[in-house]
């Protein structure tokens, strides 16, 4: 693990707001407060003119520009193809991981002003759910906005850090660090969700199940009260303001308004405009429950499953944490009560709670692996440096076989899902034909049993195996998680007692010479 020099931050690169965070020297993790005064900055970026990119406008002015220019929801498109994600800005294509990367840049940028301080080196977070190919391209993201990643760091275990931080549990050595406590982080964000079963001591944290979705936030939720606001002016007036992009980015924006406000009160209305005609419609908490419940529906059976996966009961829970600002839907918190039986914990801020934990987990780093370097009190390295954090791989790892019988495409897992890191899988297979010199492997990850309802995250090239092989010549295959998640696929023959040569090509992940390009790119580009 190598640090550049300058500070080193955590960032949670949220679906819908952004969040900076640092350790101080005496161990509080505080949210940096962007060049307007806020801790979060939307993940919104408006494409404005050659060279330049704005990112955090508000929608009101989002709405005003072409919708072609106004890049969203970006982290739901991290890993995509050039294929799946088709965009053009100054002539060029873009991707996701550039257009994050410009979100990354505006931290970096407002960070430095406000610290009066270099930053070099980040911590960044994903869904626990993000597969191999979405990690990379987070960590590519960080690399072209010239930020040295040290490590992606799963949110919920991120919150942890955070929760275990704020009642004095993290690191601090004392009588109490034998006591093990199990929590359940519920993690329901703009865009993505995840529930996850960790089990702590001040010293130890150990990840014992998780499951998630990242095509599961609160967009959603707004989304189901546009499509209602539009569905009734489509009744009243006949027509579909939806065709309208500039109309549905500003709706976009009076929706999410309009959830906030029935957080807080029984009932709101919503105004709308569309070619000179005009409606008010008011919704009540119980009607916005009423249309979305079978989203509520599924974080509930997620945890449930999360808990069996777990071999944990609610009863055995010290807390059920919330993170995210979608957890602040009032009937989030109900409906877990209802189902776990146990009132859910509102310590921690859901807006900065994962940028916090993501500093803290810098901070570990930072004292066990540059203790000089690190900005913070020796007592409090000494303190940091103790920690150990245990997590599982968030899905299973495996290949393309062909099943004897039939001679039909499987899923061959060679390491399941939730299974602890570092973690390693050994499998013996033989060559098809005589002289084989080389041996394709699908990797994939998922549990299906079809292959195509699983990922794709490359191909695995065996090369160079010793001439003259007979058809039958054993070739092991070895697959392993490191301790960061991050996959090693190796190989052996075993008739020369060779090892042979092997690269992961992961479809669709930038090569180093597109990363450099894009680095280049997004350095040449002004930020607002």
Not at 37 to 42: F, I
Not at 270 to 299: N, V, W
Not at 357 to 367: D, Q, T
Not at 484 to 508: L, N, P
Request: overall charge negative; aromatic content about 6%; hydrophobic content about 35%.
């Amino acid at each position: 693990m190598e640090f550049q020099e300058g500070l080193t931050v955590g960032i949670d690169l949220g679906t819908t707001y952004s969040t900076l965070a640092y350790l101080d020297e005496e161990g509080e993790p505080i949210p940096v407060e962007n060049e307007d005064g806020d801790c979060e900055t939307p993940s919104l970026i408006l494409l404005a003119t050659t060279g330049h990119v704005v990112v955090g406008p508000n929608r009101m002015r989002a709405a005003m520009e072409d919708p072609k220019n106004v890049m969203e929801r970006v982290k739901r498109h991290m890993g995509e193809t050039e294929d799946d994600f088709n965009h053009t800005f100054d002539g060029r294509k873009i991707t996701p991981e550039f257009l994050s990367a410009l979100i990354l840049k505006k931290l970096k940028q407002d960070a430095e002003k406000k610290l009066g301080k270099k930053i070099g080196n980040a911590v960044i977070t994903v869904p626990y759910y993000f597969n191999d190919l979405r990690r990379k391209a987070t960590q590519d993201a960080g690399r072209i906005g010239g930020l040295n990643v040290i490590d992606i760091v799963n949110e919920p275990t991120a919150a942890t850090l955070t929760f275990a931080w704020r009642h004095h549990e993290l690191g601090v050595g004392l009588s109490d660090s034998t006591q093990t406590k199990s929590v359940l982080v519920f993690d329901l964000g703009g865009g993505t969700f995840d529930a996850t079963v960790v089990e702590y001591t001040p010293t130890h944290f150990h990840v014992l199940a998780t499951d998630g979705d990242v095509h599961l936030g609160g967009i959603d939720w707004n989304d189901r009260l546009l499509e209602y606001v539009a569905e009734q002016f489509k009744q009243q007036h006949g027509e579909d303001l939806l065709e309208s992009p500039e109309t549905s980015q500003l709706m976009r924006f009076e929706c999410d308004q309009a959830k906030l406000a029935l957080s807080e009160n029984e009932k709101t209305s919503i105004a709308c405009r569309y070619h000179g005609k005009s409606m008010t419609t008011e919704i009540t908490r119980a009607q916005f429950e009423e249309m979305t419940a079978d989203l509520t529906q599924r974080s509930l059976d997620t945890v449930d499953l999360v808990l069996k996966q777990a071999n944990v009961k609610s009863s055995d829970l010290y807390a059920v944490v919330l993170v995210g600002g979608s957890t602040l839907m009032p009937v989030i918190g109900r409906r877990l009560e209802e189902e776990l039986k146990i009132k859910p914990n509102r310590d921690l801020s859901p807006y900065t709670a994962v940028a916090q934990g993501a500093a803290l987990h810098a901070a570990i780093l930072e004292a066990k692996h540059r203790p000089e370097g690190a900005e913070m009190a020796e007592k409090l390295k000494r303190s940091l440096a103790r920690v150990r954090q245990d997590d599982v791989n968030s899905h299973g790892l495996g290949m393309v076989a062909r099943e004897p019988n039939t001679n039909k495409e499987i899923n061959y897992v060679m390491i399941p899902r939730n299974t602890q890191l570092p973690a390693e899988q050994r499998q013996t297979f033989v060559t098809n034909q005589d002289g084989q010199r080389r041996v394709h492997v699908k990797v994939i990850q998922g549990e299906a049993p079809d292959p195509e309802a699983c990922a794709q995250i490359g191909d695995l090239f065996i090369r160079d195996l010793p001439a003259g092989l007979p058809k039958g010549s054993p070739v092991e295959v070895i697959y392993s998680f490191d301790q960061m998640g991050r996959i090693h696929i190796r190989a052996e023959d075993k008739t020369s007692g060779k090892s042979a040569t092997t690269q992961i090509e992961r479809s669709g992940a930038l090569d180093d010479e597109q990363l450099d390009a894009l680095t280049l790119l997004a350095s040449q580009y002004k930020v607002d």
